[in-house]
């Protein structure tokens, strides 16, 4: 089929030939694969072709083996491998043709379709000969083709993970790709495309930092690329220099005092792009000591697997000055800006890394430049003062920061009021904000807010969310932050007094015709929910006048009609945050009886609402809407029993979302919660919720993390029916055994792994113990009996592979106690012969977190009953 007028076609202006155009090449695809990517890839390599349609022929080609959405991309990755070969040699030989075209729009497409096939391919060990091909003629060929390939090797790099290629490979694309660095290349844009394709390819290259000679060559060809004329060359070449920061922090020594003068000229001489990635080599290392020194404590003893080399303390005295100075280096109106990022925040945000790394050391650095500043005429000054000092609020000591905070607080609640320019406002919001975040609160010795200070406090933050948006959406987070430090004091809070009007602003807020910008709905939302959660008895009578006015907000979303598309998304937003707000209210009314007593009249109204919101979307349930009703049922306990009837479809629709999955895992907790509100009533339910959850968990459609709650959701399930769990039984348990022994084999997976594994194990072991507990005491206990000798086997397999958390390893114990418990002398000679069980119960019972001690000596109880019997 000719497709070149089809793909210009697919470009139209006018809608209908845009149309017919898409869904002629749609049916070409469905209908002849094959033929589809062969007159793709053959349009992309002609020369005589319009630019544009090769451009977009090369973009669908990528689209055809390639998707976001981890289903369709196995499904596309199947379909190519499932293509004849001489189909694919074709389609290959096109590609690597069109990396000789003069059209840049053609090789540089052309590169990342090659590389999308390497990714396929390479895995499989097929296409082994590529890579040579690639580099065989790379210095006999015209510097557009150089340029083509080299970044071809880049986009390869990006596509497949390091043990797909041998070593032999990596070092013949590195040294390609130094040399096509180095300042005998004459041409920019294979410089350019040299030191792109190295940014991708440092992953690779670990042997290769391992060795001296090798590590000093690319160190130097890297940092001599950040002084090339080209500005886009300086960037990428920092770029890769903030990749190594990262991947090899402890190969750096050698070179950090080079490192550390030519970002600190960058940051001061250069072009922005360049010296914002001249900034984050630094915030990177810090990162990286961060990390150490939380993973190691302050004892850092020798057997760390990376030593701390502590760059920043000794940079400390240059480095601190050189970011004190982007500060004063703001945009205009950057404070409008959401999305702003520019030299002055990237600064602070570094300098606030730096304080978190070296913790006291940096506040007599800092200090002199606030004290010069902070009173200048210049607004600029004043606000740089001010990020400075906001920024270094987390990381030292209260000790070191309390005197300074209680001089600046009276200073900053001034200045927020009274200083003219909105910028400066906005950060001293923002600074108020990091004081109550972290140096107020019960862990704090001197308090900062005291009953002196606390009614000006809210007069001046009450006052600010009158401001411009950005500044009143900074002002609701200071007053977020300052609430939260009441949350567990059992004291009176000094709040308190203020309670009425606070909320009241704060809804007043929410009403704002600009309430829409600076995320200041969401945010003045987010703050009233914080301030009742925070709140005390002698406020629950607020709470409750509170009730029926978001009600009438949430009743009033669902009046309006027929909306458009951006109207409607607003609208289900606003929806989200006021059922938002109603979750917390229940919750916080439902903690104690005499206010859950008196919120039960409004039940019906606010199950009703909710209900409308779902009835709201055809297709999808509104998550929000879904936790309000989880925590209704919490409520309201066996009487929500009467809402099950018309709640139930919309349950069944949370949990058939697989393509949201946050929504299919809520759902998955509310049927938790319901289960422990009604226990047997939710019986004629079950049927149905067990059989989706079935579904669910045989689907390869499903996010992996929604797996781990379904499985404890079968223990909530049996917890609450009882007995009348037998008939899951056959279907139950051989899903548990079998994702019980898959999250046994895991020795050698990276960090993310485990803890995957970890949270898997932990719901399969919540459901052995509601399935257990469920059982207890009734007459079909020894329908349990088969299934423990494999429960105990996982058991044993868990505590052999030893990298369970601190909850797996009280879910483990509990596990074993409710096994003795339920089948007792039936399980007392199967435990005696396990392998570990005697050693896994010393460890817990020897254990210093007092909960699985406890766990621990419960369960030795159960074991020893057992045994006795």
Known sequence: MEVTQFLLNAQSVDSAVRKHAEETLKQFQEQNLPGFLLSLSGELASDDKPVDGRKLAGLVLKNALDAKEQHTKFELVQGWLALDAAVK???????????????????????????????????????????????????????????????????????????????????????????????????????????????????????????????????????GATLSPEVKIRQAAFECLVSISSTYYDKLAPYIQDIFNITAKAVREDEEPVALQAIEFWSSICDEEIDILEDYGSDLTGDSEVPCYYFIKQALPALVPVLLETLLKQEEDQDQDEGAWNLAMAGGTCLGLVARTVGDDIVPLVMPFIEENITKPDWRQREAATYAFGSILEGPSPDKLTLIVNVALNFMLIALTKDPYRHVKDTTAWSLGRIFEFLHGSTVETPIITPANCQQIVTVLLQSMKDAPNVAEKACGALYFLSQAYEDVGIPSPLTPFFQEIVQSLLTVTHREDAGESRLRTASYETLNEVVRCSTDETAPMVLQLVPIIMMELHQTLEAQKLKTDEREKQSELQGLLCGCLQVIIQKLGASEPSKYVFMQYADQIMNLFLRVFACRSATVHEEAMLSIGALAYATGPDFAKYMLEFYKYLEMGLQNFEEYQVCAVTVGVVGDICRALEDKILPYCDGIMTQLLKDLSSNQLHRSVKPPIFSCFGDIALAIGENFEKYLMYAMPMLQSAAELSTHTSGVDDEMIEYTNLLRNGILEAYSGIFQGFKNSPKTQLLIPYAPHILQFLDSIYVEKDMDDLVMKTAIGVLGDLADTLGSNAGSLIQQSLSCKDFLNECLSSDDHIIKESAEWAQMAINRAISV
């Open 89 to 223: 040699n074709q389609i290959k030989t096109c590609l690597l043709q069109t990396l000789s075209s003069p059209v840049s729009d053609a090789h540089s497409t052309a590169s990342q379709v090659i590389a999308k096939v390497a990714g396929i391919e390479l895995p499989q060990k097929q296409w082994p000969e590529l890579v040579g091909s690639l580099l065989s003629s790379i210095h006999q060929v015209p510097a557009h083709v150089k340029q083509a390939t080299l970044e071809t090797l880049g986009y390869l790099c990006e596509e497949v993970s390091p043990d797909v290629l041998d070593q032999d490979q990596v070092n013949k694309i590195l040294t390609a790709v130094v040399q096509g660095m180095n300042a005998e290349e004459g041409n920019n844009d294979v410089k350019l495309a040299a030191t792109r394709a190295l940014y991708n390819a440092l992953g690779f290259a670990h042997a290769n930092f391992n060795n001296d000679m090798e590590r000093d060559f690319i160190m130097r060809v890297v940092c």
